[in-house]
């Protein structure tokens, strides 16, 4: 009984130590690669600029990209942007750099030794593409008549610092964020004096309506009114993906009561 008793400890204590010991698996950064990697790389064709790299965080020239944190582990260069991507890396010295891209092209960049290149990075702010009703406080106010009422409908787009990011490939077939701001969107109803409904819009009060994986890369670019009839004001809620000619709209409905009612349209 005894010698069971002993077994059992030693089995316990086995099983224990391994738990407070696993095995570590994770393939480590490679540090050295990434000191090499700083500075200014261009293009070995045509000797356009195609990023620095400063710290963990390549900067594009395109001052509408989104900075970008990297590691390389191995052989892999992975960049962290809205996704993960990873880029088999080729060659790497100090004044050369070769990977393929998401295409599976070699894309061959050199060192600048220009100190002058370092100017066309803004590291700082990136700057939102104008579109969408970005940057632009609109007002709408409309008057419509029914049933020998009178009503108000009142629309008001307000600009945020809410950030919006929109993935596409650039010319070296690298994938890079765009950068863009959504809106907030006032909608007010009135009845003579009397308030039926007021409210502020975000656009994840669409979700639900709108798929995720759309939502997530939308902007919620305008509220329109419509019309009015028997069942109360009728307007359309305009959620657009930057650099697509998509365009989501859910239909918003504001009974009389002040109850709203949404439908997808698409």
Known sequence: MKRKLILLFCLVLGLYSCRQNPVKNEVQEDTNAK??????????????????????????PDSTSRPCYFVIRRDTLIMHGTHDVKYYIVKQAPHLFQFKNQTGDLVKLVKSTDPNDVKAFNVDQPVAINQF????????????????????????????????YKSYVNDDGVEVDNIYYDNIIHISLFHGASCVFSRD?????????????????????????????????????????????SVYEVQLIIGFDGKLTMRSSR
């Open 201 to 245: 819009f975000h656009k994840m009060d669409f979700r639900g309506r709108v798929r995720e994986d759309v939502l997530s890369q939308s902007i919620l670019s305008d509220i329109l009114f419509m019309e009015i009839s028997s069942d109360g004001a009728h307007y359309t809620a305009q959620l657009c993906i930057p650099d697509s000619p």
């Open 133 to 164: 009703n970005q940057g632009q406080l609109i007002k709408r106010d409309t008057v419509v008549h029914i049933h020998g009422q009178q009503y108000h409908s009142y629309v008001q787009v307000n600009p945020t610092s809410y950030k919006v």
């Open 35 to 60: 000191k090499m990697l700083q500075g200014v790389w261009i293009s070995e064709d045509d000797e356009e600029i195609a990023f620095r790299v400063k710290g963990d965080t390549i900067y594009y």
